[in-house]
């Protein structure tokens, strides 16, 4: 066991895979000597060269289009985008090409790409720095998008991603990049599958499904309800795309009550799709309508209102009042 | 131009044919060596180049341009009849395609757009398999690992960033490659696209990232003057060359009717590739005498006076000419290659009637390489929809 935090979790992660797997590699902006702007491919370079750990020309569309062609070579990238707002100009080659090659070519072509993304909002930062786009990328199929929580999950399921022979992109909870954790390095949970949901809090009054940044915040508005003495469930769903369903519906059918938080907008988003589905499996289990706790339907807004925006313990807290005296 | 990038003697010379040399703006030297009158010219670097080709092999470039073209126009003749949801015709652009397809080697990586049926042809993909995106039967069509040729990519210069990773790939290759004592030949990367598609960012960012990584890649462009209905004169003010100057890398304009000339310079750049001296930029100068695809019509943009004047210099005349001339085939010759033309008509023909039309479990079992929740209920979901269909059938009769 090692504390560490998440941002050192997926430096040992990368370490790993760059140990373990010669046809690995890192690409991205400014990941090479300065460690990248959130230091988490700090010290790589040193250790393994910078043909490994490859500082990239600033085009993000050139680092994802050339880890295609990596991976048709038989390597495998792991692109780093600097900041979840500037994946945009690589949308075309993830769309387009990256989550399709393998269905064109029948399978013929696997592209297993790894594209690293720090995500998320409350670090005060400036516009196009805060924001949650993985709903964009779950719409398209072809692609797997995971997202950790914690430090041991980070360190594992990063490691999980470079292995997977589909294209993963790999959301990085940027506001607890600094957060600290056990992490069991000698038995890492590589036999755990990344794609499945786990349920981190057990409860029977409700159920709070989240991912990445809100999974501590979703733990603290359960705790905090239980001063009023509610039992409270918690899923880290780990995995928004392929979305586990299955352990969301099993803990819906035991508390009939769910509430789905995520930083992205709520139109459109992940919430809607689960709530969607929970009412397709388990109508009759439901106490109350599934309730959604996101961002609003607005430009992520400046860093001095963005508490306003962002989901938290007392939003978290009423959706769940609302749900429970339904 | 890099001071010791060149094959000896040829530095001086070459920087007076390639683009590199001349300043923004200004008319940029073309490399020609059969020119439309069926006569060999000479060039100072290309000729030494040229003269590898035997008569064999100039038979063999007139026999392939012929057979693309036969092919084109029997693709074309399926599409008015039904039989293709469209098609992209290559007439004009046969020496372009047949000259640097023949000028790769087979471990060299060729990614092509949506239009090289000609380098399809050489590298031996069977053109039946070219027809299935056509036809709507597949969203690819063949195996690109059994001859190094890419799946057709339609959204445009996506592809060239694919090669220079492609490329990236070959290089780290040749570092293991080196460390086990492989003998295996060096290689390279070929990317097509037009000169429509040279307005796209990926083309721009695909020419930072090779020549930062000096990635052995070859950028083919074929400037056949249109992109549908815009002429090159929007896509670019300068030759489109000379831009490979601004990226730090040799760009040379060759005429793209000239099979000869193609190939030459495709050689070169090549090798120059897979020596690691780094990326080149090829813009072949042709035009497209078809439509962009059999959905529009030239006559809307362009005139046919310019179009005749294309066809004075077009690819199989000139040879046939000099083949004539020369004395290196006769009208056998010429009788054998329209019989086998016709053949391969015929049998496209009959494999595009033959194309299985595939079941959508097809599309079901590759969308990921690996299994997939979301997949595996939707198809479930499928298969009971559709199995009630069959037991509703059933109790009809």
Redo the contacts between chains.
Sequence with gaps: MATMTIAKAINEGLRASLTNN?KS?LMGEDIGHLGGVYRVTDGLIKEFGD?RVVD??L?E??I????????????S?VCEIQFDGFVY?AF??IT??LA???????????V?VVIRIPYGGGIGSIEHHSESPEALFAHT??L?IISPSNAHDAYWMIQKAIE???PVIFFEPKRRYWLKGEVDVENAGLSEDP?KAHVVREGTDATIVAYGPLVPVALAAANAATEDGRSVEVIDLRSI??????TVEASVKKTGRLIVAHEAPTFGGIGGEIAARISERAFLHLEAPVIRVGGFHMPYPVAKVEEDYLPDIDKILEALDRSLSY | MGSTQLPPGTEESLAATTAAAAAPGEPVEMVQLLGPDGKLGSDPVFSDYAKRIDPEKLRVFYTDMARIRRFDQEATALQRQGELALWVPLTGQEAAQIGSGHASQSQDYIFPTYREHGVALVRNVDLSELLKQFRGVSNGGWDPRENNFHLYTLVLAAQTLHAVGYAMGIQRDQKFAAASDSTDPKAAVIAYFGDGASSEGDVHESMVFAASYNAPVVFFCQNNHWAISVPTEVQTKVPLANRAKGYGFPGLRVDGNDVIAVHAVTEWALEHAREGRGPVLIEAYTYRVGAHTTADDPTKYRESAEEAAWREKDPLDRLEKYLRAEGLADEAFFDQVKADGDELAKYVRSTTHGLEVPDIREAFASVYAEQHPLIAEELAWFEEYSAGFESDQEAAN
Excluded: M, W
Excluded at chain 1, 64 to 75: D, H, K, N, S, W
Excluded at chain 1, 241 to 246: A, C, G, Y
């Design positions: 010669p590699l043909e990239t020309p085009a569309s050139g994802v289009g050339t880890a295609i062609g990596l991976a048709l070579r038989g390597y990238p100009p075309n080659q387009t090409q399709k090659i393998h269905s064109r070519s029948l399978g013929k072509l696997t297993p199929a072809g797997r997977c022979q589909d794609f795309s392929p979305l586990d369903f299955d």
